[in-house]
């Protein structure tokens, strides 16, 4: 049965080194380390998408129908947004998100810009990766939520097992987000694992908290956002590869051995993000 597929979040590998563009860096060391500890059958499958052909070649040849190319902007990693959509702009099956640090003075002009002008679909920030470091709820972040819910856009929050501090990953401060901000569309990026059940509750109390697990679902305790999703979580679980940190055609063949439920798996793969991003694919 083929089914329609969005991928909430995947990079080509020649974006930047961070992703594995150079062999023979230690970014690109580091891209296969990652591959292997999320459980990538072939360690270096990202050379592949060192064009932009070959990245959409490979989006199309795993089934999915749109994959979601996001950016990133803090103070160790910036990929411009202008980048993002130049890569995104000449591709149907891709999708654009802006990002940008909302430590920088002019960051709430560059959202207007971003979606204004540039047309990307939401705003990706990483408060747990600034300088400061910040955790979600941080009074300082409000202005950025606040854009977004004015704009009507989702904000895409980043944080994860790589985080600096992982007291900066815990889902706790993304409740206080949700209740300022109650028609906010907020995605939570790497399920904020390793805090499962965290994650769960926030979802749980806050229908505006969407959870992209991506490659930690196939990590230990990730059977529980499964166990959600069959549950009260079917219309907030949303599918990613995070690639290039995990192959796209094995993370699809994975996912759909998790034990979804058969209703629940198109909500998961397609609707929600469709729903989400306003798309008619």
């Known amino acids: 049965m083929k089914r329609k597929i969005i991928d909430m979040r995947s990079r080509p590998s020649f974006l930047h080194d961070f992703y594995g563009a150079?062999?023979?860096?230690?970014?690109?060391?580091?891209?296969?380390?990652?591959?292997?500890r999320v459980g990538s059958k072939n360690d270096a499958h990202f050379v592949?998408?060192?064009?932009?052909?070959?990245?959409?070649?490979e989006v199309r040849e795993a089934g999915i129908a749109a994959a979601v190319v996001v950016g990133r902007d803090t103070p160790a990693l910036s990929i411009a947004n202008?980048?993002?959509?130049?890569?995104?702009?000449?591709?149907?099956?891709?999708?654009?998100?802006?990002?940008?640090?909302?430590?920088?003075?002019?960051?709430?002009d560059e959202i207007e810009r971003a979606v204004k002008q540039l047309g990307l679909a939401g705003i990706n920030i990483e408060p747990g990766f600034g300088n400061p470091a910040l955790k979600a709820d941080d009074p300082s972040l409000y202005p950025i939520y606040e854009a977004c819910d004015q704009l009507g856009i989702p904000v895409f929050l980043m944080s994860g097992?790589?985080?600096?501090?992982?007291?900066?990953?815990?889902?706790?401060?993304?409740?206080?987000?949700?209740?300022?901000f109650p028609r906010l569309p907020i995605v939570c990026y790497h399920g904020f694992y390793p805090?499962?059940?965290?994650?769960?509750?926030?979802?749980?109390r806050y229908e505006n908290v969407y959870v992209v697990p991506d490659m930690?679902?196939?990590?230990?305790?990730g059977s529980l956002y499964v166990r959600a999703a069959n549950g009260f979580m079917r219309d907030q679980?949303?599918?990613?590869?995070?690639?290039?940190?995990?192959?796209?055609?094995?993370?699809?063949?994975?996912?759909?051995?998790?034990?979804?439920?058969?209703?629940?798996?198109?909500?998961?793969?397609?609707?929600?993000?469709?729903?989400?991003?306003?798309?008619?694919?």
């Open 216 to 221: 930690y679902i196939f990590q230990p305790g």
């Open 195 to 204: 805090y499962v059940n965290e994650m769960i509750g926030v979802a749980f």
């Open 48 to 57: 592949r998408s060192r064009t932009a052909e070959a990245f959409v070649e």
């Open 161 to 180: 097992p790589t985080t600096p501090n992982l007291e900066h990953a815990n889902p706790a401060a993304v409740g206080g987000v949700a209740r300022a």
């Open 22 to 36: 150079t062999p023979g860096t230690a970014e690109y060391e580091t891209a296969r380390w990652l591959n292997r």
């Open 82 to 108: 202008d980048r993002i959509l130049e890569i995104t702009a000449p591709h149907k099956e891709l999708i654009g998100i802006a990002s940008v640090d909302p430590q920088k003075p002019n960051a709430l």
């Open 237 to 281: 679980l949303l599918f990613g590869t995070s690639y290039p940190f995990r192959a796209m055609g094995q993370t699809v063949d994975d996912f759909l051995t998790l034990g979804l439920h058969e209703q629940v798996l198109d909500n998961v793969l397609f609707r929600n993000a469709e729903r989400l991003l306003k798309l008619e694919l």
